[in-house]
């Protein structure tokens, strides 16, 4: 268990709708990452957050987008979905200037 | 040059025996370079992980060997177990600015009873 908490675990949404998926870091993390990771692929970058700002980005368009609050708990939210946004949404947190980032269990997502 | 290569697809290993997978990068910015076991229906879990001052890295049954120079990286498993049997990615990022992790496709391992 890494403490990293994601909610809902599974939903399905139809195209063209709107999506929020939520996320608690592991105690004393101050920095959330999101991962998109298709079914057999490994995990792709989509941004990070850290004191509530983005902090870098991956090659997702903008209707992708996210919040940190101060918590530290994180959101996405996915606009306009698209049937290839079918996928695995991970959380992972850590602290600021550690290397290492712990993943939740992630939401699946399912468009149709 | 921001890829990481990774081989085998999928690997099957006896019982007992070793099950190497192996990771190649291009960007010479990389300076962390963890390793994730996956099981199905779950997220991603740190296993172990090496910088490029070290050229090797055990814990447990779990060794990881670097070359620095050849840009690779690869993982041991000793004594190999069926629960073992999941899937491994390797990642690598740089640890200035965003540690934005650059994953490879993943190796899918299956340990023979």
């Known amino acids: 268990e890494t403490g990293v908490t994601q909610s809902p675990t599974h939903l399905i949404k139809t195209r063209g709708q709107q999506v929020t998926l939520r996320c608690s870091s592991q105690?004393?993390?101050?920095?959330v990452s999101w991962y998109q990771q298709a079914l057999g692929q490994g995990p792709q970058f989509i941004f990070q957050y850290y004191r509530e700002e983005e902090n870098g980005r991956g090659n997702f368009p903008p209707r992708f987008s996210g919040l940190q609050f101060p918590n530290y708990s994180s959101e996405l939210n996915v606009n306009a979905l698209e049937l290839d946004d079918s996928a695995l949404y991970l959380c992972?947190?850590?602290?600021?200037?550690?290397?290492?980032?712990?993943f939740g269990e992630g939401s699946w997502l399912t468009v149709v | 040059q921001q890829q990481v290569k990774q081989s085998p697809q999928s690997l099957i290993v006896q019982k007992g025996g070793i099950s190497i997978i192996n990771c190649a990068y291009e960007?010479?910015?990389?300076?962390?370079f963890p390793w994730y076991q996956q099981f199905p229906g779950k997220g991603p879990a740190l296993l172990i992980a090496i910088r490029p001052d070290v050229s090797e890295k055990k814990e447990g049954r779990f060794t990881i060997s670097f070359n620095k120079s050849a840009k690779q990286f690869s993982l041991h498993i000793m004594d190999s177990q069926p629960g073992d049997s999941a899937t491994y990615f390797c990642?690598?990022?740089?640890?200035?600015?965003?540690?934005?992790?650059?994953f490879g496709t993943g190796t899918r391992l299956k340990v023979l009873a």
């Open positions: 990642a690598a990022s740089s640890t200035s600015g965003t540690y934005k992790y650059i």
């Open positions: 992972a947190s850590s602290l600021g200037g550690s290397s290492s980032i712990y």
């Open positions: 960007n010479t910015a990389f300076d962390y």
């Open positions: 105690s004393g993390h101050n920095t």
